[in-house]
C-alpha cells in the first residue's frame, strides 16, 4: 500500500503564494504519474496538475503560468507551487499517485487533501 502525506495548505490573501507538498511511502517499486486535484464547495474534484516520472508536466488552464509542479523522484516527493493565488483557487487539494506495485500491477492512490484558502 501507499501512504501520503500531505502538506502545506492555509489561508493566504489574494496574490500571495503557497507551496504544497506530498510524500509517498510504503510498498511500491516505482511512482509513475503524480498530481493534484483540487474540489471546491458544491463542485467536482478537478485536475489542477501532473507530472511524469520523466518530468512531463500538464496543467490546467485555469492555473497555467501561476501554478508550478515539480517532483524529487529521491524522495518521493510532489510538490504544487501556487503563486498569484485568486479566492476561486479555494478548494481541498488532494494528492495523487500511480505507482507500480509489481511487474504487472499498479495502485492510484489519493491523498487525504489539504485546505487551501485565498481571502480577496
Known amino acids: 500500500q501507499v501512504q501520503l502525506a500531505e502538506s502545506g495548505g492555509g489561508l493566504v490573501q489574494a496574490g500571495g503564494s503557497l507551496r504544497l507538498s506530498c510524500a509517498a511511502s510504503?510498498?511500491?517499486?516505482?511512482?509513475?504519474?503524480m498530481g493534484w486535484y483540487r474540489q471546491a464547495p458544491g463542485k467536482q474534484r478537478e485536475l489542477v496538475a501532473t507530472?511524469?516520472?520523466?518530468?512531463?508536466?500538464n496543467y490546467a488552464d485555469s492555473v497555467k503560468g501561476r501554478f508550478t509542479i515539480a517532483r524529487d523522484n529521491a524522495k518521493n516527493t510532489v510538490y504544487l507551487q501556487m503563486n498569484s493565488l485568486k479566492p476561486e483557487d479555494t478548494a481541498v487539494y488532494y494528492c495523487?499517485?500511480?505507482?507500480?506495485?509489481?511487474?504487472?500491477?499498479?495502485?492510484?492512490?489519493w491523498g487525504q487533501g489539504t485546505q487551501v484558502t485565498v481571502s480577496s
Open positions: 507530472i511524469t516520472r520523466g518530468g512531463t508536466t
Open positions: 495523487n499517485v500511480d505507482v507500480s506495485t509489481g511487474a504487472y500491477t499498479r495502485e492510484h492512490s
Open positions: 510504503g510498498s511500491f517499486r516505482s511512482i509513475n504519474f
